[in-house]
Every structure is written in structure tokens, then in C-alpha cells.
């Protein structure tokens, strides 16, 4: 089983849309969550910190589901310029870092 | 947020050289970095962990000889790829490792094609 499981999409959706990704975890110890986009041949970019209260950035809001290992990015009013890869990212014990294999998301006009 | 830079950015070199990849962390000191290898349309792949002064650690199936990590100091690791063969063209990209709140911050990117 891989450490991070994240549903690759794509996930296509119109301007003004809701939209919502998961990644589960297979390790319960794992510390740290995080969302970060990558848009197509550049580098991923930190979008948020996953807390255990869950956080809200503007349109953005991640949360983490400890009971049922699972990280959420929610993405409300979706804009054209969304449109991008989201990688989720679990922190496990001695900074082993693991990624998922990202989500791709098109907003379309 | 914090910065990384990377590079070069770009490299074109032939069969059989060796190239040289730079990783800086540019605002904060970095006493673990990451190497990636990323192929189109394919998500990032770690491909070692650098720690300062000491070994990097590879991932399976990475060849250390092949792929030289040195980090000598808290901004700095590079990554020389030896003997390079067009196979090894791809898109690689390094993260540096805020050691208080765990984010990894993305250097640019460098993309290499061997010919």
C-alpha cells in the first residue's frame, strides 16, 4: 500500500464551482500535513499547512481527518487560475516526506 | 515565504559529461534538503535526502555514484550527475526543509537534456 493515496482526476469543473480532493495516509504516526500546486514545468509551491483544527485561506480551506487518515483541500468560487496539479504532502517520523501523485484541476470558463 | 534558487535553470550537455546542479537556500539555513526527478506528466519523485555534513540518503533504485550529492553547508547542496546519458534528461528540482515548521520550500527547477 502507498504511503500517500491521492485520486489523480482530472478533475474538471466551471468557473464559480466547489471542489474538493482527499489524500489518505497509511501511517497513523505521521506529524505533518500540507497542499501545495504545481502548475505545468514549474516547481510546487506551498499553498497551505494542514492543522489538526483545520485552517481557511481565503477561497482555501484544508483540514485533516486523523481517525480516518485523510488530509481535504476544499476549493471554493474556483477561478480560471486554479487550474493546476495540487500535491498533497504527509510528513512521517525522521522527515520522511511523501507525496502524492497530485490531482490535476482544470477550471473551465 | 522562503526561497530557494536553483541552478542553472537549463542545460543542454552531451553523452558522457557531467553536470553540476546548485541548491541554495536563500533566507533561512537548511540542514536537510531534497532532490527530486520529475518526468512529464508525472509526479515528483524523491530521489535523495541531503543532510548537512553527513551521507546523503538515497531512495531505491537511485544510483549514488551516478547521482553525487554534497552538502556542505546549511544553504548549499548540489547534485552532480556523472557521465550523464540521454536517458537522465528530465526536469530536476530541490526543496530545502524549513527544520521548524517542516515545509519544504521548491527551488525553480533545472532541466536537463542530455543529447
Known amino acids: 500500500r502507498k504511503e500517500v493515496e491521492q485520486d489523480p482526476g482530472p478533475f474538471n469543473v466551471p468557473e464559480g464551482a466547489t471542489v474538493a480532493f482527499n489524500c489518505t495516509y497509511s501511517?497513523?504516526?505521521?506529524?505533518?500535513f500540507f497542499w501545495y500546486r504545481q502548475d505545468c514545468r514549474k516547481e510546487p509551491k506551498l499553498l497551505m499547512s494542514v492543522y489538526s483544527s483545520g485552517n481557511e485561506d481565503g477561497r482555501f480551506t484544508a483540514q485533516l481527518n486523523r481517525a480516518s487518515q485523510y488530509i481535504s483541500l476544499l476549493i471554493r468560487d474556483s477561478k480560471l487560475s486554479d487550474s493546476a496539479t495540487y500535491l498533497c504532502?504527509?510528513?512521517?517520523?525522521?522527515?520522511?516526506?511523501?507525496f502524492g501523485t497530485g490531482t490535476s484541476l482544470t477550471v473551465i470558463p | 515565504g522562503a526561497v530557494v534558487s536553483q541552478h542553472p535553470s537549463w542545460v543542454i550537455c552531451k553523452s558522457g559529461t557531467s553536470v553540476k546542479i546548485e541548491c541554495r537556500s536563500l533566507d533561512f539555513q537548511a540542514t536537510t534538503m531534497f532532490w527530486y526527478r520529475q518526468f512529464p506528466k508525472q509526479s515528483l519523485m524523491l530521489m535523495a535526502t541531503?543532510?548537512?555534513?553527513?551521507?546523503?540518503?538515497?531512495e531505491q533504485g537511485v544510483e549514488k555514484d551516478k547521482f553525487l550529492i554534497n552538502h556542505a553547508s546549511l544553504t548549499l547542496s548540489t547534485l552532480t550527475v556523472t557521465s550523464a546519458h540521454p536517458e537522465d534528461s528530465s526536469f530536476y528540482i530541490c526543496?530545502?526543509?524549513?527544520?521548524?515548521?517542516?515545509?519544504?520550500?521548491f527551488g525553480p527547477g533545472t532541466r536537463l537534456t542530455v543529447t
Open positions: 541531503s543532510n548537512e555534513g553527513s551521507k546523503a540518503t538515497y
Open positions: 504532502v504527509v510528513v512521517g517520523w525522521g522527515n520522511q516526506f511523501y
Open positions: 501511517n497513523s504516526a505521521s506529524q505533518s
Open positions: 526543496s530545502a526543509m524549513d527544520s521548524r515548521s517542516y515545509e519544504q520550500y
